[in-house]
C-alpha cells in the first residue's frame, strides 16, 4: 500500500515538475510570461484601469506604473473588497480572505481566490513527490499536521477569514489526506490548551511517518505536552477514551465527538508506557518508530527552534515547507536540511530591492540576483497583491541552473518574527507607551531584542530610578498581546514565553543612538529602534539589572 502511495503522490507532483524544468532554463522568460498573464487578466479591475494594466508590455513599464505598496496602503482597495465590491484587486473573485498580523490591533486580510489556491496545490504536489522520492519510506505511516482553522470569522461580505494553514492542509492530495492523524474538527476547537492535548493524545497512538508544521515550536509544544499529560494520555489509549476535559463550553460537543471515535488500544498503551519508563518520559521518538521525514522552516530564527526536535524527535531528516506566507507560497526546497528553495516563477512576479543601498534603488528581477547578496521581496500574485512589500529579507546562497536559491534571514528592519508572530515596531512603541503611562515612572528608551535560545524576547528599559522592572514588563506583555493577535496566539499556546524586562543603565539611549549615527545614520532620518534583531556590543555592556 505505501508504495502504491508513493507513486501516486510522485505522479501528481509531475506537472510542477515539468514547468520547474522549463523555468530552471530561462527564469526571465518564465516571470515575464506570468506578469502578462496577471496583468491581463485584471486588467479591467478597478487597481488595474487606475494603473493602466492594458498598456504595460514589461517588468520596466510595470516598475514605472505601479509604487510599492505595504499593507497599509492597500487596505482602502481591501476594504472595498471585504465589503463586497467586485473587481477590485482582481477579476476572478476571492472564496476566502487569509488573516495575519498587521501592524496595527487590526488582522490583515489577504484575498484569497481559485488561481491563488491552485498554485498552492501545485506547490505542495511538488513538495510531496520530491520529499517522497528522497524518502520512498515515508508513506509506511501516518501524517500529523497541527493548522488553524480556515474560518475563525466572516468579513462583512458574509465570506470566511482564516488560517491559511488550514486552507494549505484541505488542498493536499486526498490520498495524503486519507492518512491524517488529526481529524479537521481539532482545528475548529476554540481553546488552544485544549486543542494541543487533543492532537498529543491522538498523535501518540497512532503510527506517524511525516510530521509537519510550519513552526517547529508547534511540534516541541506537541511532545512537551505529550510528556505532561503521559498518565491520562496513556490511560486513554488503554481505555479508548480521549482523556480531554473542555475549557470552554463551545469545545465540549466536538470533544464528545472524538471520544465516540476511540476504540482500546491496549497493546499500543503497554509498550508507550515500557518505553516511558525506560527513557523516563514520554516520547513521540519512541511512538513513532518509523518516522520519516519532518517538514518545518529552517530559515531564520525559526531554524534554533527546528535543530531542537531531535531531543524529541530523534535524529529525523528535516526538510524546509519553503518561504511561504498568508500572501503566497514563494518557493520549493530542493534537499533535505537547507533553508533555501527555487521561486515558484509561473505562480508570482517576484521584484527583488537591494537590502543596503539608496531608496530610489532599481528593483531586480530573478535573473539578475546575486549569490551571498541580501533582498526584499516585492510580491506580485493572481489574487490582487502588485509589487507588494512584504517586509521578507531574502538571502540567495546559489544557484539551480540559472534559477537563484533564496532562504528567508529575517523580517523587515521594522519587524520581529520568531514564531509567526510578526511584531512591528510601532506595535511595540505603542505597547512600552501604553505600560509605562499605568506607573508614576519616567520611561526613557526601550527596546525589544529576540531572545531565540529561551523562545522569549528581552526587554531593555531606560527608566528613572525606582521604576518597577517587572511591574512594566507584565504590563508591556498585556498591552502586546491586545495589540498582536498572533503575539496573543503564540504567549497562549506557550509557544513564546514572557518578555525578561533589563533595565539599562542611565544614558544607554543616547550612547546606542551615537554609535547608530557613527556607522552611516542619517541624523535627520534617524528613528530610534524599538526593536533590534539581535544584542549590540554596546548594549550587553550597558545592562544595569537583568529581571
Known sequence: MSQLLSRLVVARGRGPARRLVRARRDPARAQAETLRRILARNAETEFGAEHGFGRLLGPEQYAAA?????????????????????????????????????????????????????????????????????????????????????????????????SVSGLTSARVPRVVKQRYVLPSSVAELKDHDTRYEVAARLMLESDVSLAAAPNATTLLRLAEVGAARSEPILRGIFEGKLGVAARCP????????????????????????????????????????RLALIGCWL??????????????????????LGLRATEATMTIPLEDGVASGVPLVHDNYY???????????????????????????????????????????????????????????????????????????????RAVAAAAESFPCRLDRAQLVPCVAEARYDLLLELSPGAPLAELARAFDRELRALNPEYELKRATARLGPPRPI?????????????????????AQYKWPFVRHCWDALSEQDIDERG
Open 66 to 162: 505601479v509604487p510599492v505598496r505595504d499593507y497599509e496602503a492597500l487596505l482602502p482597495y481591501v476594504e472595498k473588497m471585504l465589503a463586497g465590491q467586485p473587481r477590485i484587486l482582481c477579476d476572478e473573485p476571492p472564496f476566502m480572505f487569509g488573516t495575519t498580523s498587521g501592524t496595527a490591533s487590526k488582522r490583515k486580510h489577504i484575498p484569497i481566490n481559485r488561481s491563488w489556491a491552485s498554485a498552492l496545490s501545485g506547490a505542495m504536489r511538488l513538495w510531496l513527490a520530491r520529499s517522497t522520492r528522497a524518502h520512498p519510506e515515508l508513506w509506511r505511516g501516518q501524517v500529523l499536521t497541527l493548522v488553524g482553522s480556515m474560518r475563525e470569522g466572516q468579513v462583512a461580505c458574509g465570506l470566511p477569514s482564516g
Open 503 to 523: 533595565r539599562m543603565k542611565a544614558g544607554w539611549g543616547k550612547r546606542l543612538e551615537a554609535a547608530d549615527l557613527a556607522r552611516g545614520c542619517r541624523a
Open 299 to 320: 530559515g531564520g530564527t525559526a531554524g534554533a527552534f527546528a535543530r531542537r526536535l531531535r531531543e524529541h524527535y530523534g535524529p529525523v531528516p528535516l526538510r524546509d
Open 351 to 429: 521584484e527583488f530591492l537591494p537590502e543596503s543601498g539608496d531608496v530610489g534603488r532599481r528593483a531586480l528581477g530573478v535573473a539578475e540576483l546575486e549569490v551571498g547578496a541580501r533582498y526584499f521581496v516585492l510580491l506580485t500574485t493572481p489574487a490582487g497583491l502588485y509589487r507588494y512589500d512584504i517586509s521578507d529579507v531574502v538571502q540567495v546562497t546559489g544557484k539551480y541552473h540559472e534559477l537563484p536559491l533564496i532562504e528567508f534571514v529575517h523580517k523587515g528592519p521594522d519587524m520581529l518574527n520568531m514564531t509567526g508572530e510578526k511584531l512591528h515596531a510601532a506595535q511595540v512603541a
Open 250 to 289: 463551545e469545545d465540549e460537543p466536538l470533544l464528545r465527538a472524538l471520544d465516540a471515535e476511540r476504540s482500546p488500544n491496549p497493546e499500543r498503551a503497554r509498550r508507550l508506557e515500557a518505553a516511558a519508563r525506560a527513557r523516563g518520559v514520554l516520547s513521540p521518538m519512541d511512538a513513532w518508530p
